[in-house]
Structure formats: C-alpha cells, structure tokens
C-alpha cells in the first residue's frame, strides 16, 4: 500500500510550507524575545510607523489605549516591556479592540502579553489595550514589529514611555482626541475565588476537574445557599464572555436559563437570557439579581451575585431547586458589541443535579456522549482493524497456506472478518453525529463530506468484496485492481478526514493528537516497506539458492521458514503498536 504515504508526505509539506512562508496567521511565539520575523532580510532601519497611546502615567490594574499606524501593513507585533531594561520579558497583559485582525499571545509564562495580526491581509492603523499588572516596573515603554510585507520590516519601533505617578514621566506623545477612561472602576471583588470550600459548603463545577479559580486556565462555577437565595460565583479566562445555563436536557436550547459575565471596555457587565435553539440569546433585565459583583484582573473574568432560589413566573427563570444539566460556556465580544458563537464546545455535566440538595465538586465533558463514541469507533475501525486486515491480506498469504478456517485460508477469514468489523463500526459511527445534531452540519467544514465519500468507499469495497469473480475468471484482475484502488483511496480520505474530525469544536482532541496520527502514518508506511523489502530480499535469496541448483527443495523449504517467523513477529509488533496508538487517542477521547 505504497499510496498510504500520502497523508505523511502531505502533512511533511504542509510543515515546510507554513515554516517557509512566514507567519501569515501571526502565532508567532518564537519572535517573542528578538520580536524579529525570521524572513531572513536586514531590519528597514528608517520607522515610517508610530505609536501613540492615552495617558503619560498608569496605575496597576489601568488599561491604556495604545494606538499604531502608518503606511499599509500586513503583519505586526505589540509589546510592553520595562523601559529600563528593554531586553526584559514583555510586562502585563494586553486585550483587544479589534478581534478580527489582531490576537492575543503568550509570551514565556505571561498570557496576552503581546499582540499580533491574524491575516496578512493590509491594514493602516491597530489599536489594542494594555492592562498594567501589579508588579508593573516604574516605567513602561511600547515596541511594535511592523511587517509591511515580506522582505521589508521593522523591528522594535520604540513608542511612548508612560510611568507611575510616582515617577516623572518621561514623554508626552499622546492622542487628544480620545477621552477613554484609564482606570478600571472600583470593585468589590478584590481577590479571586475560593475553591476551598467545594464540596463541603457548596456546590461547584469546574474545568479541569479540580483546578484552581485563581489560575488562568480554570472555568468556575459555584453555587452557595444562603436563606431563601444563592449566591453564584463564575470565572474563567476570556476577553469576551463566560456564561453558565441550566437546561432540562443535554441540549442548548428550549428556553434554557442562562447567565452571561460578559468583558466590556473598562468593566463587567452581567445580564441574563432565554436560549431558544440555536439562535442569538434572548436577553432581558437583571431580573432577579441582587448584589452584582465582579473582578477582571489577570486574564480572567468573575462575577459574583446572588439570586432567590424562586422567582415570578412572568420572570422566565428557572427555580433552583430543581435538577438540571449545567453547561459552562466562553466565547468572544465582537467590536460592535456582538456576540460570537463559543469557539469550543460548552463543557455539559454529565447529569442532572440539584445545586440545593448534596454538595458536590464535579466536572463536565466539553465533548457530547455521542461525538465521543463516533471518534472513538472511527479510530476503532481506520487505525486498528482495516489497516490489520490489510497488512494480512497482502504479507501473509504464503504464511500457512494449508491451514483452513471455515473451509477457507486462514488469511482470508481473518481478512474478511476485520474488514467486516470496519465496515460495521463505521456504519454506526456515520450516524452518530446526525442523530446528535439532527441532520447536516454546515459548520463542520469537510469534515463531513469526507466522511460520507468514506462511508460510501466503504460499503462499495464490501459490495464488490460479495460479489467478487472466482480466481481463474477473467474478470478476476479487474476486481482486484478496483479492490485495491478503492480501499486505499477510502483508507487514505479516512485518515484525512479524522485529521480534520480532531480539531472540530465538538470534539477539540488536544494539539499533540494531530502528531499522533502522523505518527500512526508513519508507522504504517515503515512497516509495510519494512515487510515489502523483507519480501523483495526473500525472492533473491531463493533465486540464488535456484541458480546454484544445490539443496533446493530443503533450502527454500528453510529460507520460507524464516521468512514466515520474521513476518509473524513483525505482525506482532505492528498489532501492538497500533493497539497503542489507538489507546492513546481513545483515552484523548475520554478526556476531552
């Protein structure tokens, strides 16, 4: 199976192309220390962009407005370091004004700390938001990248110098026209919060199982009885919105209570809404909620306030203390206000619970039951059985020639059998996913006319298998060239079509995944050449062996021999690994 290369070879090219091309995405994270693009050119040394930003002093927890622009651009880099000590580590954390052109990157160990394109499509200006951290030195100074196409750049193109009140300041460029405020109003939330108490005096729900609300990769969520109330506390990192729901069943939707802590300018702002399908959130007034309290500090949003357990009717909430599945959502603030629909997939508990009744400290799936099980029969079936069966049938047919299972040769049921099981479990994992989402997904991109092309190949390939020629007929090499053609044609979009299953927000297998499977590849490949120059070798040696005219019944007899030994250990060991492979990305599933 020489074409099952493909899928490797593709993803190699793919690697050298992204790495010779440049950045046009702008994740950029090893141009973090030097801010340099690695194009291989000499730096312009003549700035033709500036920087400006709002304010001349800063106090912890401001946000400054930092402005660049110039003549047409397609990529950019926006740091803030120590204006002391320049050769520093970017200082504090940044968010965005501009979702669609510009992102957010970690560089070292602080998140959001600097900001770059998206596209390389042109622009003239970009603005951003610099939030000072709490250890911020006296004295910041801005430095951007700007990249106005691929061999002309500049690099660290140094800004204005703003400092703590303290310290003089040390320039005043600045914009007049803005009147945006610098600091963030004051909150009562002073400190994150408390996970100690989950399980004991209330009830909390969290992703990842366990973690920490003061870490900036921690969704929380808890709910406290006090009296004829709750007190709700929800956080996560996000630069546009976190909300929790409470729903009857496992599915967004049918009026579902739902309560959004959504990042505006220079502060938070919690409203609640109706979830009607799939559509825009109902929203409507605070209807219920007392004692409104937030924090955004440090990457994360949190909200605090607290709610009766019953509420009118005319309010359209739900009581609390009833059981209900809670999702736990984020997603991002468009520039006009809109809200975008989340990128992952809401983490769902996995059951119904009553926040009222036993105090728990659960997780959730971001994965639903269903989608898990349509992965995880895929890989079952295209990394496991088909690709066993096909290693068989095409090594194995001289090894044990005689021996008859059901009145046929051994390498053939055992052939049939797994391509049976191939097709069985891809039948059932092709109707999965219609049964989760009710019909077809326009969002999944190809991943779903991939896998119909496959379920198709796949029911052909046993078709023509039922209804193939006798060996002596004359039609007998047609049906072995179509055999052969369709099933690695339907082996090779299988792998490309769980290349792209891994990365869909139903399923969002973690990044190391996608190597895994090109490892799974390249193990295939290697041991099919392996097993083909194994062959090859056997042939001449019993060529030689025939040439000599010595011995020749007993010594092929013995060369056969080990020929078979060498194949069957070889057959062992490709069990194993795949057996390995597929544990892995099942155990990914299960994780999810």
């Given at each position: 199976m020489k074409s099952s290369r493909i899928p490797f070879i593709a993803c190699l090219l793919v690697c050298l192309l992204d790495q010779s091309a440049g950045y046009p995405d702008g994740k950029v994270p090893e141009s973090c220390a030097s801010m340099l693009p690695f194009h291989g050119e000499t730096p312009q040394k003549f700035p033709k962009h500036t920087i400006k930003v709002n304010v001349t002093e800063f106090k912890p927890g401001d946000r400054v407005k930092v402005s660049f622009s110039g003549p047409k651009f397609e990529g950019f880099m926006l740091q803030a370091r120590n204006a002391d000590r320049l050769e520093d580590p970017p200082i504090g954390s940044f968010a965005l004004a501009d979702r669609r052109r510009s992102q957010l990157l970690k560089c070292g160990h602080v998140k959001n700390s600097a900001v770059s394109h998206t596209s390389q499509s042109k622009k003239d200006h970009m603005d951003a938001y610099w939030i000072a951290p709490r250890d911020a030195p006296k004295r910041i100074q801005f430095l951007?990248?700007?990249?106005?196409?691929?061999?002309?750049?500049?690099?660290?193109?140094?800004?204005?110098?703003?400092?703590?009140?303290?310290?003089?300041?040390?320039?005043?460029?600045?914009?007049?026209?803005?009147?945006?405020?610098?600091?963030?109003?004051?909150?009562?939330?002073?400190?994150?919060?408390?996970?100690?108490?989950?399980?004991?005096?209330?009830?909390?729900?969290?992703?990842?199982?366990?973690?920490?609300?003061?870490?900036?990769?921690?969704?929380?969520?808890?709910?406290?009885?006090?009296?004829?109330?709750?007190?709700?506390?929800?956080?996560?990192?996000?630069?546009?919105?976190?909300?929790?729901?409470?729903?009857?069943?496992?599915?967004?939707?049918?009026g579902d209570d739902a309560y959004f802590c959504i990042s505006e300018a220079y502060s938070v702002d919690i409203r609640t809404a109706l979830l009607v399908?799939?559509?825009?959130?109902?929203?409507?007034?605070?209807?219920?909620?007392?004692?409104?309290?937030?924090?955004?500090?440090?990457?994360?949003?949190?909200?605090?306030?607290?709610?009766?357990?019953?509420?009118?009717?005319?309010?359209?909430?739900?009581?609390?203390?009833?059981?209900?599945?809670?999702?736990?959502?984020?997603?991002?603030?468009?520039?006009?206000?809109?809200?975008?629909?989340?990128?992952?997939?809401?983490?769902?508990?996995?059951?119904?619970?009553?926040?009222?009744?036993?105090?728990?400290?659960?997780?959730?799936?971001?994965?639903?039951?269903?989608?898990?099980?349509?992965?995880?029969?895929?890989?079952?079936?295209?990394?496991?059985?088909?690709?066993?069966?096909?290693?068989?049938?095409?090594?194995?047919?001289?090894?044990?020639?005689?021996?008859?299972?059901?009145?046929?040769?051994?390498?053939?049921?055992?052939?049939?059998?797994?391509?049976?099981?191939?097709?069985?479990?891809?039948?059932?994992?092709?109707?999965?996913?219609?049964?989760?989402?009710?019909?077809?997904?326009?969002?999944?991109?190809?991943?779903?006319?991939?896998?119909?092309?496959?379920?198709a190949l796949a029911l052909l390939q046993g078709l023509m298998a039922a209804f193939r020629p006798p060996s002596q007929a004359p039609r007998r090499k047609i049906f072995n060239w179509?055999?052969?053609?369709?099933?690695?044609?339907?082996?090779?979009?299988?792998?490309?079509?769980?290349?792209?299953?891994?990365?869909?927000?139903?399923?969002?297998?973690?990044?190391?995944?996608?190597?895994?499977?090109?490892?799974?590849?390249?193990w295939h490949v290697g041991i099919d050449l392996l097993l083909e120059l194994h062959g090859y070798c056997l042939i001449r040696k019993v060529e030689v062996l025939d040439d000599d005219r010595v011995q020749i019944l007993q010594s092929i007899s013995s060369v056969e021999a080990q020929g078979h030994t060498f194949k069957k250990t070889v057959l062992f060991i490709y069990i194993c690994g795949n057996i390995a492979f597929l544990v892995t990305f099942i155990t990914a599933i299960a994780q999810v």
């Open positions: 951007v990248t700007v990249v106005q196409q691929y061999n002309i750049y500049w690099v660290r193109i140094p800004g204005p110098k703003i400092s703590q009140p303290s310290v003089h300041p040390l320039t005043t460029i600045m914009s007049t026209n803005w009147t945006t405020p610098t600091s963030l109003p004051v909150s009562p939330l002073s400190q994150p919060f408390n996970s100690s108490d989950c399980g004991d005096r209330k009830f909390c729900v969290r992703n990842p199982t366990h973690c920490d609300p003061k870490d900036n990769n921690c969704f929380f969520l808890s709910f406290k009885q006090d009296e004829d109330s709750v007190w709700i506390e929800m956080s996560g990192p996000s630069e546009g919105y976190i909300a929790f729901a409470l729903s009857h069943d496992q599915w967004m939707g049918d399908g799939r559509s825009y959130p109902e929203f409507d007034s605070k209807n219920g909620l007392e004692n409104i309290s937030w924090r955004l500090a440090d990457g994360l949003i949190q909200c605090s306030f607290r709610r009766r357990i019953h509420l009118p009717a005319s309010t359209r909430r739900y009581n609390l203390d009833a059981s209900y599945y809670i999702f736990l959502a984020d997603g991002e603030i468009g520039a006009e206000g809109d809200f975008y629909k989340h990128q992952q997939q809401p983490l769902v508990t996995s059951g119904k619970y009553n926040i009222l009744g036993p105090l728990k400290d659960i997780g959730g799936s971001r994965s639903p039951l269903l989608i898990k099980f349509h992965g995880a029969l895929m890989f079952v079936g295209w990394i496991t059985t088909v690709s066993i069966g096909v290693i068989v049938a095409r090594f194995f047919k001289s090894v044990c020639p005689n021996t008859l299972l059901f009145e046929e040769q051994i390498w053939f049921q055992v052939h049939r059998f797994l391509m049976i099981i191939t097709i069985l479990v891809t039948s059932i994992s092709f109707v999965l996913p219609f049964i989760y989402r009710g019909g077809w997904n326009k969002h999944a991109g190809f991943h779903p006319y991939f896998g119909c092309t496959v379920m179509l055999h052969w053609s369709t099933g690695t044609t339907a082996r090779i979009l299988a792998v490309v079509t769980m290349f792209l299953g891994m990365d869909l927000p139903a399923l969002n297998l973690p990044p190391w995944d996608s190597y895994a499977m090109i490892g799974f590849v390249a």
